[in-house]
């Protein structure tokens, strides 16, 4: 029978590449999203859409009532910032918002697996040397981090108590097409519009501090494979985590001059006071869901990078 899906924040960045995937593999896809951030052309044709709020009465019901054989939760309030000026309403969307959804998965009367995405960058901090490895120890240095595991700590209990089927999927830096360029998140997109625009490139600091950047179509595959892998029996909070990235650390001094070289634009770089509080290294290992899902990464750097900024370039038209 074909798999039901639903991908919460569908129309956003990641969430659409995800139903993208799904779709290519066969499966129904549902869409809920609230268009907070998300833009409705973002949303396959394919896909049926359902516009609301993760937190309301109406995605639990879609949740219980809908037949999924999984439900994918991208939707968030993603800004790291943002969720430092306004902790209650990050929490809001990102903890009571998942909350909603995981009881209407524990009440219904099919219960979809449940996979949730979470982050690898913000939830090991500064404490920890890299490549990290799912069971380092976990001090975020944001609510938005804090949400994060937080949830990731539900969705463990909901597993242990309740036998709802559930895992987490790392993230490191995603980057790709449909990116916001206006986000704080995605220095890749704002690079490659900076390009465009004739700009400089800024870089905060000197340029040493590093990151794990993975393509999104490569984070859509991770997720089409654990929708329906067979996953480790329930026990501790990492038992059911998995970091998705490419364990390469790349500065961001040499990912402006990459960036450069594929796109074959001229741009001065021009650097910034450091950030306070910006984390100094990040990058993932990625041997246990190679090991679990049978994925790795199929781009390289140079290659998402260059696929990025043609597409940012034809957008332009
Ligand atoms: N982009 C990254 O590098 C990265 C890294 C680690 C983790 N993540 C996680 O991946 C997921 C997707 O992030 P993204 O980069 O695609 O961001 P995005 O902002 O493009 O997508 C989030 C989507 O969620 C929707 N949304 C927000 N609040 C909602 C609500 N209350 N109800 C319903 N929909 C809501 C938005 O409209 C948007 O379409 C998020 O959970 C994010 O925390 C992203």
């Known amino acids: 029978m074909t798999k039901r899906a639903l991908v919460t924040g569908g129309a956003g960045f990641i969430g659409s590449h995800i139903a993208d995937a799904l779709l290519a593999r066969g499966l129904q896809v549902v869409v809920l999203d609230d268009l907070s951030t998300g833009r409705r052309e973002n ?59 995981l009881e209407a998965v524990r009440t ?103 990151r794990d950047y993975v393509h999104v179509k490569d984070v859509a595959a991770a997720n089409a494979a654990a929708a329906t892998a067979s996953l480790p029996a329930v026990g501790t909070l990492d038992v059911r985590a998995m970091n998705i990235g490419t364990g390469v650390e790349t500065d961001v001094l040499t990912l402006a001059e990459t960036l450069r070289a594929v796109s074959g634009r001229d741009a001065e770089i021009e650097f910034a006071p450091a950030r306070p509080g910006e984390q100094l290294r990040s990058a993932v290992s990625i041997g246990k869901v190679q090991k679990l899902l049978g994925w790795k990464p199929e781009r390289t750097l140079e290659a998402g990078l260059k696929e990025t900024f043609d597409y940012f370039a034809a957008q332009r038209g």
Request: aromatic share 10%; proline share 6%; net charge negative.
């Open 43 to 101: 949303v396959p044709a394919g896909a049926e859409f359902q516009q609301c709020d993760v937190r309301s009465a109406d995605a639990a019901r879609v949740v219980r009532e809908g037949g999924f054989d999984v439900v994918l939760h991208q939707a968030a309030q993603i800004d790291v910032r943002k969720s430092v000026a306004d902790p209650v309403h990050d929490a809001s969307i990102n903890i009571l918002g998942a909350l909603n959804l």
């Open 108 to 210: 219904a009367a099919r219960r979809p697996r449940f996979l949730f995405a979470s982050t690898g960058g913000a939830i090991y901090g500064d404490f920890v040397t890299p490549p990290n490895l799912e069971d380092y120890a976990k001090d975020p240095d944001s609510p938005y981090g804090i949400a994060k595991l937080a949830v990731e700590h539900y969705l463990a209990y909901y597993g242990r108590v309740h036998g709802v089927e559930g895992a987490v999927l790392r993230y490191a830096n995603v980057y790709g097409p449909r990116q916001d360029p206006h986000g704080e998140a995605g220095v890749v997109a704002i690079f490659c519009n900076r390009l465009l625009d004739g700009k400089p490139l800024t870089v905060f600091g000197d340029g040493t501090q590093t």
